[in-house]
């Protein structure tokens, strides 16, 4: 393998194994400032949902739709209600991931960056091109 390669790999970094909805939410966000989510309770950390008002599976639909035409984003995981997705840049995976919340009409967010401390704010901002997505 070239170092090229090795380097790549090296920056991809592990995926996290405490992904995915636990007790009804989303993992909570780490302290380091490379996270948000729509469940965290503090404000460096909170981003707000997507919300939505028609039909719960059609905003599935559209999540899904908006994260297909991404070019850095493949959906990884899928069950009814959730979809966990990887957002690839030239250096790093991201890991992203989608709860519904049908009842409230909301879509929880959470986007986290595997390596690293701070993001520069890559995921808020990655999570609000998404919203203004679903928006068009």
Do not use: W
Not at 44 to 51: E, F, M, V, Y
Not at 53 to 60: E, K, N, R, S
Not at 68 to 82: C, F, K, M, S, V
Request: aromatic letters at 4%.
């Amino acid at each position: 393998m070239s170092l090229l390669s090795s380097i790549l790999v090296a920056c991809a970094g592990k995926q996290p194994g405490n992904l995915g909805i636990q007790g009804g939410q989303l993992t909570a966000c780490p302290g380091s400032p490379n996270c948000v989510s729509s469940q965290a309770v503090d404000e460096s950390h909170r981003i707000a949902p997507l919300i939505f008002d028609d039909d719960p599976d059609a905003a599935v639909v559209r999540l899904k739709r908006a994260l297909l035409n991404r070019a850095d984003t493949t959906i990884i995981e899928e069950h009814p209600g959730y979809l966990r997705v990887e957002f690839r840049t030239t250096l790093f995976v991201d890991d992203g991931e989608f709860l519904l919340d049908g009842e409230k009409r909301l879509l929880h967010v959470r986007s986290a960056s595997r390596l690293g401390y701070s993001d520069l704010g890559k995921n808020r901002r990655r999570m609000e091109e998404i919203r203004r997505q679903l928006a068009e």
